[in-house]
Structure formats: structure tokens, C-alpha cells
């Protein structure tokens, strides 16, 4: 039916990841069809790759490409393209403006009112009662496509990237050793667990023989820094610090080595599940029935408080409740789901079969 597709999504990472299992979707219903994504640039490494898409469509949305006449000037050569199906899977001002003057026959999605009035099919996002993927997945039904091929999240990486990555890991750690990955930034202060129990973790896990491995991007220097100095057992060569090391195609790749990761709700936690590694995350402000880990294999940690979810930026309570939804969580609870499923993976995530489910549903703990 049809031939030409785009799919907007210039969210930020973990959201673009969301993205894949409507393109495997998309793919298995039309498999004759050009599919065409449009993306942060600053994000090619995470689909440049990816096996079901035709075309990867990059906007230089904080950089070159921040301005109305580029804008413009990109709506201007989609519109060449002839889509005639385009789905807008970012419901903000600048993706909804160029889903609504794509020029597509059929528009449909997620879009800010206004531009909304040219979209032939809009739809709520229902990130706040289901999963954010199936959310995308309404937007597909809404168009009738009934074959839900849900393959979880996917990333492909290339070679150079792997090598890259396994020299890196090669470099700090015997072949032996099993490797626990953190990362512990997060865009926003509500989404991190106190750098003081991430410390804490770390030291349990270097004393029992383990590897650990601090990840993040330049943007977390400072925070790793500040959780590293909380360590006992800084200056154990079981210790690596490889924050901003790592382009998003060599996390990958190294995260592949790592047997488990521990993290906070951010973009690398849903990197994460498209590498198959067990993952344990402590949600805060983040809603988890919207973006907890796609996959069964996964445990998400979060508090009763009767605030959390609360999609702050910065905790509005005082005193001893400030920031308890994160405080609650002791590091004593989270290594006892650490320890769970190293127990029951204790290999590198490159080593776990990865098994296709019908519900890919984490398991959530209250604490």
C-alpha cells in the first residue's frame, strides 16, 4: 500500500531508540516500501545502521540547522521526496512542522495544535498510562496496520566500532574479570541516584572481585568525579573511569563486554536493552510505566511516594523529603538485584541469547 515512508523522531536518545520496533514494523508490513527516518544528526551512530530502513535523513537540530531558514530549506527538499506516508513520532513545535509541510499524502502522529490541522490522523502520546513504544505502536494500529512485529530495541554497530570497543576493554581488564557497567548522569538532577550509594555499590563490587566500569558522556565529568572521591576503593585496578571515552557506537560496543548494567533512567539504559545486557535502574521523577526498560530480563527500582512520578526538573520538597523518591532506594536494595541477575547471567551481555517475547515488560520493584 505504501511506498514511500518517513518516521520523525528528533527526540533525544532513549526516545529515538523507542523508535526501532515500529521501524521492524513498519518493514514486516511493507517490505517493498523505502523507509526513510529523520533524526537528530548528533544521533547517527544509534540508526545509521539499522537493517530496516532504506534512508537516514539527519537534522543538526542544536547546531547548523537551528534556525527558521534551514528549516525551511529541509521542509523544502523533503518535499521533493514524495512521501506518501509520513509519521511524526515527536510531538513538539519543529517536528510537527515539518511532518504538516512534508508534503506527504498521508500525515499522521503526534503534533502541537496549529500545525496539527494538516495532519490527516492525529493521536494522543500515551507515554503516562502505557509504554512509550506502545504508544508508538497506537499510531501504526490508527492507521490499520494489524501485524505488530515487536522485536524489542534495536541497534547495529560496524566493526571498527566493536574493535574499537574491545581494545578499550582489552586495555583495563583481564579477560576474566566480569565487568559491571554504571552510568550514573542523567539529564535531569530527579532522574540520578545519589552519587553516594552509586560509590558504595562500587566499592561492594571491587572488593568481591568485580570490574567496574563508569560510563557517561563529557557532560558527566563533573558528577563522576564528585562519586568517585566518595570511593574507598578508588585506586583499585578493578576501577575504570571512561566517561566521555566512547562515541555512541564504541558504548555500545563496549557494553557488549559488560556483564550488567547500573544506571539511572537516561539513553544509555535504553542502549542498554537494544545490547541485550541485564540492566538495574532506579526511576525518580520518571513516569516507569512510560520508559522503564524494554525488556522482561531488566528490574526498575522505584518508591511509593505520593509525588513520584512527578516530571520535575528539581525536587520542590524540603527537609528530610527532599528527593526521597531517590533517597529510599538504598544501595543495599539495589545490590541485592545486582547480585540476582549476575546470578543468573554472569556473562557478557555479547554471550546472552537474545530471546524475542511477546511482552517485553521489565520487572518493577516498589521499595
Known amino acids: ?127 503516562e498510562i502505557m509504554h512509550q513504544v506502545q504508544s508508538h505502536f ?31 576493554f582489552s586495555e583495563n581488564f583481564s579477560a576474566e574479570t566480569k565487568v559491571v557497567a554504571f552510568n550514573i548522569g542523567a539529564t535531569w538532577l530527579t532522574k540520578r541516584w545519589l ?24 557532560m558527566d565529568t563533573e558528577i563522576v568525579a564528585k562519586c568517585v572521591e566518595q570511593m574507598h576503593e578508588k585506586n583499585s585496578p578493578l576501577l575504570k573511569i571512561l566517561t566521555g571515552k566512547f562515541n555512541l557506537a564504541e558504548l555500545a560496543g563496549f557494553i557488549d563486554k559488560c556483564c550488567l548494567l547500573l544506571t539511572n533512567d537516561s539513553g544509555p539504559m535504553h542502549i542498554g536493552v537494544a545490547r541485550n ?34 516530571g520535575k526538573h528539581i525536587c520542590p520538597r524540603e527537609g528530610v523529603e527532599n528527593f526521597a523518591c531517590m533517597k529510599k532506594i538504598s544501595a543495599k536494595v539495589v545490590l541485592k538485584y545486582i547480585d540476582e541477575l549476575l546470578l543468573k547471567f554472569g556473562q557478557p551481555a555479547e554471550k546472552i541469547p537474545r530471546i524475542k517475547l511477546e511482552n517485553y515488560q521489565c520487572r518493577i520493584v516498589e521499595v
Open 195 to 218: 552519587d553516594s550509594y552509586f560509590a558504595e555499590c562500587a566499592d561492594n563490587l571491587i572488593r568481591r572481585g568485580y570490574g567496574v566500569a563508569i560510563l557517561g558522556g563529557t
Open 138 to 168: 497506537e499510531v501504526l494500529k490508527a492507521i490499520g496496520i494489524e501485524k505488530i512485529d515487536d522485536g524489542g530495541l534495536e541497534m547495529w554497530i560496524d566493526d571498527a566500532s566493536k574493535n574499537s570497543a574491545a581494545k578499550v
Open 1 to 127: 500500500m505504501y511506498k514511500n515512508i518517513l518516521v520523525i523522531n528528533l527526540m533525544h536518545l532513549g526516545d529515538l531508540m523507542l523508535t526501532t520496533p515500529i521501524l521492524r514494523t513498519l518493514r514486516t508490513n511493507f517490505p517493498n516500501a523505502k523507509i526513510s527516518l529523520l533524526a537528530d544528526k548528533k544521533l547517527a551512530d544509534l540508526v545509521r545502521l539499522n537493517k530496516n530502513i532504506d534512508n537516514c535523513l539527519l537534522l543538526d537540530k542544536k547546531g547548523a540547522d537551528n534556525n527558521l531558514i534551514s528549516i525551511a530549506k529541509f521542509i523544502f527538499k523533503l518535499r521533493e521526496k514524495n512521501f506518501d506516508l509520513v509519521i511524526n513520532l515527536h510531538r513538539n513545535e519543529r517536528a510537527s512542522a515539518i511532518a504538516a509541510f512534508s508534503g506527504g499524502k498521508k500525515i499522521v502522529g503526534y503534533a502541537k495544535p496549529g500545525f496539527s490541522i494538516l495532519f490527516d490522523k492525529i493521536l494522543p502520546n500515551r507515554k
Open 277 to 310: 545486557i541485564p540492566i538495574v535502574t532506579m526511576f525518580g521523577a520518571s513516569p516507569a510505566i512510560g520508559f522503564y526498560p524494554y525488556d522482561a530480563k531488566d528490574i526498575l527500582l522505584k518508591t511509593a511516594e505520593n509525588c513520584q512520578p512527578c
